[in-house]
T-cell receptor, first 112, second 115 residues
Framework: TQLLEQSPQFLSIQEGENLTVYCNSSSVFSSLQWYRQEPGEGPVLLVTVVTGGEVKKLKRLTFQFGDARKDSSLHITAAQPGDTGLYLCAGAGGGGADGLTFGKGTHLIIQP | ETGVTQSPTHLIKTRGQQVTLRCSSQ?????VSWYQQALGQGPQFIFQYYREEENGRGNFPPRFSGLQFPNYSSELNVNALELDDSALYLC??????????????FGPGTRLTVL
């Protein structure tokens, strides 16, 4: 069974601070995706990383896939209250028919 | 481009009843997956349908079943509801094929409460 561990589980910081969320596994994934979910809504895809060592940037968000494709990180620079939400990492196996394996998520609160 | 839609938004059932949840896939997508998200947890994969056939299943009992229709819309059926079935049920559509990174696009979910 593939498992994804996310840390921290909860994070509350002040506007303007930087933060990093981690997603770790003992399994190798063919791709890894980061989603953001707001209360009462479904997860919204932020980014997909595929190649070991890959780094992708989305404005103030930087995503990295580990060299061995077992872990990933999300770094937010100068966090804003609009970044508040549940951040989920999800790994895809090679077959595609097994669905995504999600971590439990990181609840992020950015205080003004 | 139409996104993923789900109905109903909320549903209350009692233990032992049966429920049907519906999903309309994003335009152009041929694969639909269903997930269960308990409060405070990440989504858990229930099953996936491609070309009207179940082609992948997570660790859920047979009382969770589904259908995919020719227009790629889908249903999730749960029989003999249990209290632990209370959760947000998410439908996600994707496009199978190469290259496929299994990027999935989620609907807003159906909140099911079992009393």
């Amino acid at each position: 069974t593939q498992l994804l561990e996310q840390s921290p589980q909860f994070l509350s910081i002040q506007e303007g601070e930087n933060l990093t969320v981690y997603c770790n596994s003992s399994s190798v994934f063919s791709s890894l995706q980061w989603y953001r979910q707001e209360p009462g809504e479904g997860p919204v895809l932020l980014v997909t990383v595929v190649t070991g060592g890959e780094v992708k940037k989305l404005k103030r968000l930087t995503f990295q896939f580990g060299d061995a494709r077992k872990d990933s990180s999300l770094h937010i620079t100068a966090a804003q209250p609009g970044d508040t939400g549940l951040y989920l990492c999800a790994g895809a196996g090679g077959g595609g028919a097994d669905g995504l394996t999600f971590g439990k998520g990181t609840h992020l609160i950015i205080q003004p | 481009e139409t996104g993923v839609t789900q109905s109903p938004t909320h549903l209350i059932k009692t233990r032992g009843q049966q429920v049907t949840l519906r999903c309309s896939s994003q335009s152009g997508h041929n694969t639909v997956s269903w997930y269960q998200q308990a409060l405070g947890q990440g989504p858990q994969f229930i099953f996936q349908y491609y070309r009207e056939e179940e082609n992948g299943r997570g660790n859920f009992p047979p009382r969770f079943s589904g259908l995919q229709f020719p227009n790629y819309s889908s249903e999730l059926n749960v029989n003999a509801l249990e209290l632990d079935d209370s959760a947000l049920y998410l439908c996600a559509s994707s496009l199978a094929g190469f290259p496929s990174y299994n990027e999935q696009f989620f609907g807003p979910g159906t909140r099911l409460t079992v009393l």
